[in-house]
């Protein structure tokens, strides 16, 4: 297939590891943590399926770390984490 002269090609992203995944879980959380304290949501970029189960998967670790129900939100681009309702 030609390519197109002046339009670089799309980037391959490689899936994540097992271990990436789990540092990732542990890496965000925190700073999740940090911003829903700080400004009660934290969105983020989150345009592939793996990226969204990420996110999910942060959003739950806050959830129990601050033991407060966290919810998240997805569009297909964006993820947006939040505190859920209580009670």
Do not use: C, H, W
């Not at 789990?22 to 399926?49: M, S």
């Amino acid at each position: 297939m030609a390519q197109s002269f002046g339009v670089p090609p799309a980037p391959r992203r490689t899936p994540l590891s097992a271990e990436e995944k789990i540092r990732g879980v542990a890496n965000f959380a925190p700073l999740v943590i940090e911003q829903l304290v700080t400004t009660g949501r934290f969105r983020v970029t989150a345009d592939t399926p793996e990226m969204v189960e990420l996110f999910q998967n942060v959003a739950r670790r806050v959830g129990d770390t601050l033991q407060r129900p966290v919810v998240s939100y997805a569009n297909g681009r964006d993820i947006v984490i939040t505190f859920g309702p209580t009670g």
